[in-house]
């Protein structure tokens, strides 16, 4: 029952992740060095944001739409294609001060879904718009709509060949593939508030309409004033069946577990059922733990007492 | 810390809801006798299955299915309205031996939303499907395409009028309603597995796209052996933020709580959240709690030491 808490609490911290799985060994040194850029550039925004008194929600909003804009990681632009080809966009943001949310999922046409979880979090009554309707109230809000054709790039639509011919021949329905890159943030702001926010394109080659862990509150996303941030990224259907984001929040609450132990005992959980991934969590006091199953998971950390830290991009010529 | 273990342990139990929320005071006798009928079909017919050893799992699927056949529920054909005049259905089954789930949320076309859900869970590797992609999966499973004016009921036409006139000449975006009738079932079968269904329309007015708590894992619907089994109804968006069903289940393993405490303090905490509403909820050993904040909540309950047994539809002329 130790507690993480007391020692150089630090008045601000953003963790952010990229995604958890292997790196693939056909990335070039310029494609990791966009991941790393992109990763440095997100920490940057942030970090930007929260040292000078902004929100923890503003902060992880902000983050991920640099991800979501990377072209090279697994939401926005850059994201993993479904079986039909086209890329289907899933992202949720989370306010702890009053748990409430915004979600969207199944986007066709929208640039930054967690701008428009965001919008419905902000503007509307409801925590989740999905699919055409979700795509109506971006157009209701002015955001304008993108052809298919600006998620796709030539990376994704390689990976999704591959898993397509995987499958030429055999009379299996859809088998989807775990995809890198998915991102997400968390913070805790000087004001002591803490938020979460995920994006993702979900999985190479899934299902028209398939929605994973990211956009679900307390599946791949969730955070608590006074208990604990998390962003997922994994296999989702495992992580939305254990209700994996949720789980360790109830037992840092309930259990009087650390974040370090719950995140960790939750990613032995979660591989036990074939959910293979990690997550980034942190607690009331700000400490960071990023936990992981897969091979490595892309991810940094940056805050008032520790300077802006890329880790898991492992470049080919040293780094 | 007590328990309400030990005393009376019954082979089966299964509990069902027809929704949170008050009984309009215009509702025929006829159509209170509707509602009667169905609940207690739904428990008949569920009932059945699990006295001869049936899972919990079919039994829970074909107590909702009965209640989205009925016309006079918030769930498959009479349906509540969305904003824009048509229904769009949500429901999510749960599996307490694997935690293994489907779920399904803003169909237009499928006559059981249940029977659905139960498929993603049993022929994909997903977890939920949404919208056209959900709509594309059905019909690879050869289950007929509806018309839209199949779900429409001139009761749920007169509402979703009243509730837009409400807003004539207003400038606010979309305000959507509870709707009285959201469905759901939890059971345990003599093998001592638990299961969970849940089924809506959603709320009357809702924006086109919107997702409540139902075919959310955690929120509205929640299975876990060993633990709990919920199904909850009411403003759906409350139930989301604070992963109600999960959050039962929660209490229950970490904070040793009763079933019965458990979804009390839960209902009580949606409250102060603005979330009115009901659930029901049981755990490992069969024992029942259905506790709600709202005016009423339809219910109704039987298993291997109690007779089935309908609650909450008051008839104006006694009964």
């Known amino acids: 029952m130790n507690s993480d808490k007391g020692h150089s609490r630090p ?21 990791l060095q966009a991941i790393d850029d992109a990763l440095q550039l997100a920490l940057d ?11 923890s929600l503003d902060a992880v909003q902000a983050a991920v739409r640099v991800m979501e804009n990377s072209g090279v990681l697994n939401a926005g632009r850059g994201a993993a294609l479904n079986h039909d080809g086209f890329a289907e966009l899933d992202a949720a943001i989370m306010d702890g ?47 304008p709509m993108m052809p298919e054709s600006y998620f796709i790039t030539d990376r994704r639509r390689r990976e999704l060949d591959r898993a397509l011919g995987a ?14 890159g998915t991102v997400g943030a968390i913070a805790r702001d000087t004001h002591g508030n803490l938020a979460a926010a995920t994006s993702t394109g979900g999985l190479t080659n899934k299902h028209f309409g398939r929605v994973g862990d990211s956009p679900i ?15 997922a990224t994994g296999m989702g259907e495992v992580f939305m069946r254990l209700t994996a984001a949720a789980e360790v929040c109830a037992r840092v609450k309930y259990n009087k577990q650390t974040v370090a132990v719950a995140s960790g005992e939750v990613i032995r959980e979660l591989k036990s059922h074939g959910g293979l991934g990690g997550m980034i969590a942190l607690d009331a006091a700000g400490n960071i733990a990023m936990p992981y199953s897969s091979a490595t998971m892309l991810r940094g950390q940056v805050g008032s007492t520790m300077k802006a830290q890329v880790l898991g991009v492992k470049m080919k010529e040293g780094q």
């Open 11 to 31: 008045l601000w911290v953003l963790a952010i992740h990229g995604g958890a799985s292997a790196i693939p060994p056909d990335l070039s040194d310029a494609e």
């Open 45 to 55: 925004i942030g970090a930007k944001m929260l040292v000078s008194g902004g929100s």
């Open 97 to 143: 001060r009053d748990r409430g949310a915004g979600s969207v999922a199944a986007l066709r046409h929208v640039a930054n879904p967690i701008d428009l979880a965001r919008l419905v979090r902000d503007r509307t009554d409801h925590v989740m718009l999905v699919g055409e309707g979700a795509e109506k109230f971006a157009q209701e809000q002015g955001i």
């Open 167 to 180: 499958k030429a021949g055999s009379t299996d329905s859809v088998s989807p593939s775990h995809s890198r």
């Open 217 to 231: 509150i307390g599946a791949g996303t969730y955070a608590e004033n006074g208990v604990c941030a998390v962003s």
